[in-house]
C-alpha cells in the first residue's frame, strides 16, 4: 500500500514537471520523431536527480532505469543513445526551455522570500585556448534562504550583464524579496526593472555611475565628520575575530536621500548604504599598525 502511495505521488508530481514544458515546441518533423519530447524531458530530470552530469550519464540512465521509466511514460522504444539524445536536446530552443525550467523551479518553492543575489560568474575550465572558444559566462540568480538557484542565462562576456539581468528577472518570480547585485547591474533600467516586479533592491555603487558616486561619497564624508546629526541614519556594527584578525564592519543607513534623488532622478531610492570595515592584525608590530579600513556604497530601495 505504502509502495502504491509512493508511485501515485511521484506520478503526480511528474505530471507537474511535464505541465510547465507543455509550451515548449519540437522543432522535430512529428512523423519521424522516435522518443517523444515528454519523454525526453522526464529522463533528463530523473537522471540528474540520480547524479547525471552528462549526456553520457543520461543515456547510460536511460538503459538501466527502463522499467522506472516506464511507471511514468510508455517509452515503447526505449531510450535514445547519446549522441541521439545530444541532437534532440541541441534543436530545442534555449531561452523558451529556460522559461519553462524556472517556472517549474517557481512552482516549487513558492514565491522568492529573502534575499536574491543576482552575480556573474564565468565557469572554470569552459574556454579553449588553442580553438579561441571564450568561457562560458553565466548571469544567476541565487535565493538565499533556499540556497537555490532560481534561474540563469548564459551571456558572451561580462559586459553583457547588463543586458542579460532584465532577462533574468523577467522570468522570475521575486514580488517582496530584496535583489542584490554587483555594481555592473547598478543601472536605472534594472532598478525600474525590479521595481515593476514589486521587489526591492540594494545595488552596489561603484565606478560606473561617476557623479552619483562622488556626491554620495561627498556627502557620506561630511554627514560622518559632523557625526550624522543632520540627518537620518540607522547603524549597525559586528565585530569577527578569527586567528589574530579582528574585523569590525559598520553598516550605516542615511534615510534622507531627497536631494539626491532630485540630482540624479534614481528609480525608488531611499536610501544609502555604506559598510566601513577595519581590519587589524595581531602580531609584533600591531599596536604601530593603525588597522586598515575599506568603505562600499549601495543604493537601496528598501
Known amino acids: 500500500m505504502e509502495d502504491a502511495t509512493t508511485d501515485c505521488a511521484a506520478f503526480d508530481e511528474a505530471v507537474v514537471f511535464l505541465s510547465h514544458f507543455k509550451d515548449l515546441k519540437d522543432p522535430r518533423q512529428q512523423g519521424k ?3 517523444p519530447l ?22 547510460l540512465f536511460g538503459c538501466k532505469k527502463r522499467e522506472l521509466l516506464r511507471r511514468f511514460r510508455p517509452f515503447k522504444d526505449g531510450t535514445p543513445a547519446h549522441d541521439h539524445l545530444g541532437d534532440i536536446l541541441a534543436v530545442l530552443d534555449a531561452e523558451q526551455f529556460q522559461s519553462c525550467f524556472v517556472a517549474w523551479v517557481a512552482a516549487l518553492t513558492g514565491v522568492a522570500q529573502g534575499v536574491i543575489a543576482i552575480d556573474g560568474k564565468t565557469s572554470r575550465r569552459s574556454g579553449r585556448k588553442t580553438g579561441g572558444n571564450p568561457p562560458i559566462h553565466m548571469v544567476s540568480a541565487f535565493a538565499a534562504r533556499q540556497r537555490l538557484v532560481l534561474g540563469q542565462v548564459k551571456v558572451a ?16 518570480a521575486i514580488e517582496g524579496a530584496i535583489v542584490t ?7 536605472r533600467d534594472i532598478a ?17 555611475q561617476g557623479s552619483l558616486r562622488e ?3 561627498t556627502f557620506v564624508a561630511e554627514q560622518k565628520a559632523a557625526g550624522f546629526k543632520d540627518t537620518t541614519i540607522s547603524q549597525d556594527r559586528t565585530v569577527d575575530g578569527d586567528h589574530g584578525r579582528i574585523e569590525t564592519r559598520t553598516t550605516t543607513i542615511i534615510h534622507d536621500v531627497a536631494w539626491l534623488q532630485q540630482r540624479h532622478h534614481w528609480p525608488g531610492l531611499k536610501a544609502v548604504v555604506m559598510v566601513e570595515s577595519a581590519r587589524e592584525i595581531a602580531g609584533r608590530r600591531s599596536s604601530r599598525r593603525p588597522a586598515s579600513t575599506s568603505h562600499r556604497w549601495c543604493c537601496s530601495h528598501t
Open 181 to 187: 547585485i554587483d555594481a555592473m547591474g547598478c543601472q
Open 215 to 217: 556626491d554620495v561619497e
Open 157 to 172: 562576456e561580462k559586459s553583457n550583464e547588463i543586458i542579460a539581468i532584465p532577462k533574468l528577472l523577467n522570468m522570475l
Open 192 to 208: 525600474q526593472k525590479v521595481i515593476d516586479k514589486k521587489a526591492d533592491y540594494v545595488l552596489a555603487l561603484k565606478g560606473n
Open 33 to 35: 520523431v522516435t522518443y
Open 38 to 59: 515528454d519523454e525526453i524531458l522526464l529522463l533528463c530530470l530523473l537522471a540528474v536527480l540520480a547524479g547525471g552530469e552528462t549526456v553520457v550519464d543520461i543515456a
